[in-house]
Structures are given as C-alpha cells and as structure tokens.
C-alpha cells in the first residue's frame, strides 16, 4: 500500500492549513493585541460619541491601555454610557479625563485619557466624571457661524461668504 | 399540451419532490456516519489527499492573484482619497470576510466537486456501486461518506491557505512593488480586522460551503442516471448547481454574521 505516502502530504497540507489560519489570526486579526490581562471596568458617560464603537482603543498618551467594553444609551439622562475596560496594571486619578477622539482626518474614534491631579485612583464601577465629547461637524460649523454672526459687521462681508 | 396535462404535471412535481426527500435523507445519513467515517480514518485521509492536497496548487496561485488584483485595484482607489496606507486592511478584510472562502469554494466545485460527481456517477455507471450492496457493503458508508467528511475537512483549510496566500500577494504589490508603507499596511491591518467577527466568520463560512459542495457533489454522482450521458450532466449540474448554492448562501451568511 502506498498510504504512508499519502500520510505525509496530507499531515503537511494540515499543517499548511493550520499556519494560514495562525497567520491571518495573528498577522492579519488583532489576536496579539487582545490582552488577556485583568482589567476593571469604568464607566463615562457622554453627550455625543459620535462614530464610537464597541472594542475601540482606550489611549493614554497615544499608548493603548484598555478598550471600550459597551456603549448603551441611558434613558434617563439621555446620555451615551460608555463602559471601559482598563488593564489592571494602570491606574488613574479619579479626576482623569475622557476625551473622544479622532485617529488622523479619517481614522477611526477611540477614547482618549488624560490623567488628573487627585490623590485617589479609579477604581472598578467608578464613573469617570469629566468626558468632553466627539466633534460634530455640523455643530462646529453652526457654531462658526452663529460666532460670525453675532461680530459686528467690520467690512463690508458681500454675500455672508468668509 | 401535453405537458399541461395534469398526470404529467403531478408526475414531474413527484419526481422532483422524491429527489428533494432523498437527497435530504443521504444528507442525514452522511452526517450521522461522521462517527463511523472518522473510526476509518484511513479512508477519510486517502479523500483529504485527493479533494485537498490536489487542489491546494490551484488554490495557492488563484489566492496570489487576487490578492495582487485586490491591492492594485484598492490602491487606484485609495490613492484618490490619500489614504493609500489602508490597502492592507481592504486587501485583507476583502480576502476573509468574502473572497476567500466563496472563490476557495467555487474553485473546489471545479477541481474537486466534478472529479467526486464523475467518479461516484462512473461507480454508479459501472454497477461497482450495486456490486458493493450485493456485498452487504454499503456504498454510502464506504464511498460516500468519506468523501463528504474529507471535503468538509479540506474546504477550510483550503479557504484559509488562499486568504493567507492573497494577502501576501497583496503585501508584495502594495510594499514591495508600489512603495506603500510596510509598517502601516500591517497595523492599519490588524486595527481593523477582528479575529473572531472577521477571521471566524470566515472560517464558519468556508466549513458551510464545504459541506454544500461536497454533498451537491456527492448527490449529484449518487442519484445520476448511469449512462456516459448522465454522468455528464451529472458533472455539469454539480458546478452549476454549487456555484449557485456558494453564491446564494454566501449572501445569506453574510446578512446574518455581519448584520451590524
């Protein structure tokens, strides 16, 4: 029988198999940057979070350290209430702050946080209180606008164009 | 009109509806022989080696190609918008949510779907198959669920082969021939694609259209008529009929795993 022959190429081909699979987990997926670290579970609550989503990174000084665990909309408030999870490892003032941000012009939202000066540090089920919320466009330019309308007209401005 | 007439139309709707039970029961009885089939493992590996092995050339070169399609075709577009750096993340969100497991299955429909459909249907053709029951050795345990067991097992491994393969391909492209960034193509790369919601999901969907080419061939051979003719169409519908299958399931998989 010539099945040992078979045996070989077969193992081999399960192998290659196996490699695309590892390769395209951890190459191409995000495996290596999920951390299975112990982490601890805030929460901030925001206005607007714009384009936000589930697992987006939490940076501090541009370094990831946890990701946004859930966003839910919280009926009373009418606010956005954004759970993150926090490696266990970085602790931060209670007076942190938590900012929505923008990677680049185009990129994607992620939570940035600034620390504070308070002696105490977060700890789990802590509610970060002060957030300042993702930038809306329109309501950038309507503010603009409305700033351009209330100066007093110095030039003659024709046509309301800058 | 004699086709209107209600004896030929019930005949035909009986007909179709006996082929629809039958192949529902073979189906059952494949699936329930997994136990069995996986005791022989010997006969499951021999089908690995033919449906995989053989197909794993056509698979690596055709994954290759897409993949440098993919990012010269992502590039041209990008490249408008300046964001050329994300040609890594379309190349290999593109390849394993979608390309690679729908073109692995269509490509195993040509190379390995025919050759089972042509083999089973000349075993039918031949009366190897009824010489096999006259033996008190059934043809569905010993022929038929093998080979379904060894398409279901090879189809993902092949899946996963062309995406790796493409988006090397892509890499060589984008990096090495274009001039993208390397360090960006892998990081905007691994920002955007989910190892469970991306790479598993393909992985589910390359499992699903293993079993739906297997069978389609599998059946389309076992319930051929057993002429040089039949067997033909036999062959013929067996690519026809799983490419549709692919394509169609392709889209219902991907309303239901993706639908946020």
Same mark, same amino acid.
């Given at each position: 029988m010539q099945k040992s022959r078979h045996d070989i190429w077969v193992g081999l081909f399960v192998l290659v198999g196996a490699a695309a699979v590892l390769f395209l987990a951890l190459k191409a997926g995000n495996l290596l940057s999920l951390n299975f670290g112990e982490t601890y579970q805030v929460v901030a609550k925001f206005d607007n979070i714009g384009g936000l989503k589930p697992r987006a990174a939490v940076k501090s000084a541009g370094v990831v350290v946890g990701r946004v665990e859930s966003i839910t909309f919280d009926g009373k408030t009418y606010q956005a209430r954004v759970a993150l999870q926090l490696e266990k490892k970085f602790e931060f003032p209670k007076d942190s702050m938590a900012k929505i941000l923008t990677s680049g012009l185009l990129g994607e939202q992620y939570i940035g946080l600034e620390p504070g000066v308070d002696e105490k540090y977060l700890a789990a089920?802590?509610?970060?209180k002060q957030t300042q919320d993702a930038v809306v466009l329109e309501n950038l330019i309507s503010q603009f606008l409305y700033s351009k309308a209330a100066e007093p007209p110095a030039a003659p401005a024709p046509g309301g164009g800058k | 009109m004699s086709w209107l007439d209600p004896r030929e139309v019930g005949y035909a709707v009986r007909t179709r509806l006996a082929g629809v039970g039958e192949a529902t029961r073979l189906f059952l009885r494949l699936l329930a022989l997994g136990g069995a089939s996986f005791g022989r493992f010997r006969l499951v590996l021999d089908q690995v080696f033919f449906l995989g092995n053989r197909s794993l050339s056509i698979i690596t070169v055709s994954g290759l190609f897409v993949g440098f399609v993919l990012a010269l075709q992502g590039y041209y577009t990008l490249q408008r918008y300046g964001s050329a750096d994300a040609v890594g993340l379309l190349v290999a969100l593109s390849l394993v949510r979608e390309l690679g497991p729908v073109v692995t299955a269509l490509l195993f429909a040509g190379r390995a779907g025919t050759s089972l459909t042509a083999e089973i249907g000349l075993m039918k053709a031949g009366e190897q198959l009824a010489a096999m029951e006259m033996m008190a050795v059934d043809p569905v345990r010993r022929v038929l669920a093998p080979r379904f067991w060894g398409g279901i097992v090879s189809m993902p491994l092949l899946a996963a082969v062309f995406s790796a393969v493409g988006i090397l391909g892509g890499w060589l492209v984008?990096?090495?021939?274009?001039?993208? %960034?390397a360090g960006s193509f892998w990081s905007q790369m691994q920002a955007g694609? %989910?190892?469970?919601?991306d790479v598993g999901n393909g992985v589910l969907k390359s499992v699903v259209f293993g079993i739906t080419v297997t069978f389609i061939a599998l059946q389309q051979g076992y319930a051929c008529k057993p002429t040089p003719e039949g067997v033909s169409q036999a062959t013929t519908s067996t690519v026809v009929m799983a490419s549709l299958s692919v394509l169609a399931l392709d889209f219902v998989l991907t309303a239901m795993m993706f639908s946020i």
């Amino acid at each position: 029988m010539q099945k040992s022959r078979h045996d070989i190429w077969v193992g081999l081909f399960v192998l290659v198999g196996a490699a695309a699979v590892l390769f395209l987990a951890l190459k191409a997926g995000n495996l290596l940057s999920l951390n299975f670290g112990e982490t601890y579970q805030v929460v901030a609550k925001f206005d607007n979070i714009g384009g936000l989503k589930p697992r987006a990174a939490v940076k501090s000084a541009g370094v990831v350290v946890g990701r946004v665990e859930s966003i839910t909309f919280d009926g009373k408030t009418y606010q956005a209430r954004v759970a993150l999870q926090l490696e266990k490892k970085f602790e931060f003032p209670k007076d942190s702050m938590a900012k929505i941000l923008t990677s680049g012009l185009l990129g994607e939202q992620y939570i940035g946080l600034e620390p504070g000066v308070d002696e105490k540090y977060l700890a789990a089920g802590d509610v970060v209180k002060q957030t300042q919320d993702a930038v809306v466009l329109e309501n950038l330019i309507s503010q603009f606008l409305y700033s351009k309308a209330a100066e007093p007209p110095a030039a003659p401005a024709p046509g309301g164009g800058k | 009109m004699s086709w209107l007439d209600p004896r030929e139309v019930g005949y035909a709707v009986r007909t179709r509806l006996a082929g629809v039970g039958e192949a529902t029961r073979l189906f059952l009885r494949l699936l329930a022989l997994g136990g069995a089939s996986f005791g022989r493992f010997r006969l499951v590996l021999d089908q690995v080696f033919f449906l995989g092995n053989r197909s794993l050339s056509i698979i690596t070169v055709s994954g290759l190609f897409v993949g440098f399609v993919l990012a010269l075709q992502g590039y041209y577009t990008l490249q408008r918008y300046g964001s050329a750096d994300a040609v890594g993340l379309l190349v290999a969100l593109s390849l394993v949510r979608e390309l690679g497991p729908v073109v692995t299955a269509l490509l195993f429909a040509g190379r390995a779907g025919t050759s089972l459909t042509a083999e089973i249907g000349l075993m039918k053709a031949g009366e190897q198959l009824a010489a096999m029951e006259m033996m008190a050795v059934d043809p569905v345990r010993r022929v038929l669920a093998p080979r379904f067991w060894g398409g279901i097992v090879s189809m993902p491994l092949l899946a996963a082969v062309f995406s790796a393969v493409g988006i090397l391909g892509g890499w060589l492209v984008a990096v090495a021939l274009i001039g993208v %960034d390397a360090g960006s193509f892998w990081s905007q790369m691994q920002a955007g694609v %989910d190892v469970w919601a991306d790479v598993g999901n393909g992985v589910l969907k390359s499992v699903v259209f293993g079993i739906t080419v297997t069978f389609i061939a599998l059946q389309q051979g076992y319930a051929c008529k057993p002429t040089p003719e039949g067997v033909s169409q036999a062959t013929t519908s067996t690519v026809v009929m799983a490419s549709l299958s692919v394509l169609a399931l392709d889209f219902v998989l991907t309303a239901m795993m993706f639908s946020i």
